[in-house]
């Protein structure tokens, strides 16, 4: 090491001798080593925080479904003491009942039963879950055979299926109304058996007759009525049993105040009418491989709903013949149903109806801002009131 530095510095010596003008050339040094930096955490998204009505409309749906199993399983049960023939009406209920379905009606008694009382035991509202899912299959069994539907949540109506069993639609078509009726006697017997104070139960008894008197006068005005609005078809039809009634028993069972009935009947009305246009709109716009129903169902059906109401009264010449030609022709081609469809687009009729659901949706939410709502309960009623107006099918 010695020898190498005498000799650089020999060699420095000679060639300030051979250009006495130059400069001594200084050694080169490696630059110092950059010390290594930490890597830089990579930025994460913020989470979009769940929606607390879907988490808990998931649970709700997996106790109610284990609940309706276990009764209609001793229905059926009870039913072969009887005979064959009434085994079959019992299995083709059963069958409807457990084919499918959200229990989104269970999941909203039970975000009105928490709106009222934070930390009771949730199964009196899940056993009166049961008996809602139980009225829903009985309007669905009455609804299809009214209407004709030879198809329900993928498979057979109840009167098709058991026109099918018995090898006549005549004895199909009345069995059909034997079995929605069974289904509206279970209904009633399962709220009758809700584990609540007398008193209690006495108030959720007449909600829940009030209920079924509300769609009754509802379906007769969707039938034959031409002066009703459509809002209020849907107020006594739609929203009555599917927000309205399910909210109210939820909070009657809770113990609820005037009140609470009063926020609940301010939020759920609108709701309930926003929840139908909804269906309306995914009835001739949604995706059929998500919303079950295949395209333009409603409009070929002849469905009266404030969209095609309002498409009628805007379209012109030509778009006015292309509607009136599909709208109640169960055999108008996918050609001319499309057709239809776009007319519903060039009128702007889909617009005023998301704009009237985008209306409805805040005057429901306003009317939560005050009242006597557990803080639980308030956050599940604002959750409820994105997936009934938001949904996609």
């Not at 199909?172 to 584990?195: Q, T």
């Not at 309960?377 to 009131?385: C, I, K, P, T």
């Amino acid at each position: 090491m010695r020898n190498m530095t005498r000799t650089s510095a020999a060699k420095a010596r000679v060639a300030a001798t051979r250009n006495p003008g130059a400069k001594p050339r200084k050694e080169r040094r490696p630059p110092p080593a950059t010390p290594k930096q930490p890597p830089r955490p990579k930025p994460h998204a913020k989470p979009i925080p769940a929606n607390p009505f879907s988490t808990l409309a998931a649970h709700v749906k997996g106790d109610v479904d284990a609940r309706l199993v276990r009764l209609l399983d001793q229905k059926v049960a009870k039913a072969r003491e009887i005979g064959t023939e009434f085994v079959e009406l019992v299995s083709a209920v059963r069958d409807l009942c457990l084919r499918g379905g959200k229990r989104l009606r269970p999941a909203l008694l039970v975000a009105g039963y928490r709106a009222v009382s934070a930390r009771g035991s949730i199964d009196p509202a899940l056993d009166a879950g049961v008996a809602l899912e139980l009225l829903q299959s009985y309007f669905l069994i009455h609804d299809d055979w009214m209407d004709g539907d030879t198809v329900r949540r993928g498979g057979p109506a109840v009167h098709t299926l058991l026109g099918e069993r018995f090898g006549s639609c005549a004895l199909g078509d009345r069995a059909g109304v034997l079995a929605g009726d069974y289904a509206a006697a279970l209904a009633a017997e399962a709220i009758a058996g809700v584990d609540v104070p007398p008193a209690r139960l006495a108030r959720v008894w007449t909600a829940f007759a009030e209920m079924q008197l509300d769609v009754v006068a509802g379906q007769q005005l969707d039938l034959v009525a031409k002066s009703a609005s459509v809002e209020t078809v849907y107020t006594l039809k739609t929203s009555a049993y599917t927000v309205r009634g399910p909210l109210r028993l939820g909070v009657l069972l809770g113990g609820a105040s005037q009140r609470v009935l009063d926020v609940i009947d301010r939020f759920s009305y609108p709701i309930g009418i926003a929840f139908q246009l909804r269906d309306d709109l995914l009835g001739a716009f949604g995706d059929p491989t998500e919303t079950g129903k295949p395209l333009g169902t409603d409009l070929k059906t002849g469905k009266r709903t404030l969209l095609l109401e309002l498409a009628l009264k805007r379209a012109r010449g030509r778009d006015h013949r292309i509607l009136r030609d599909v709208v109640g022709n169960a055999k108008a081609s996918l050609q001319r149903t499309t057709a239809a469809l776009e007319v519903l687009h060039r009128t702007g009729a889909r617009e005023v109806v998301e704009a009237r659901i985008d209306e409805l949706s805040a005057t429901a939410l306003a009317a939560l801002a005050s009242g006597p709502l557990t803080a639980d309960g308030r956050a599940l009623l604002v959750g409820a009131a994105s997936v009934l107006t938001a949904r996609r099918s």
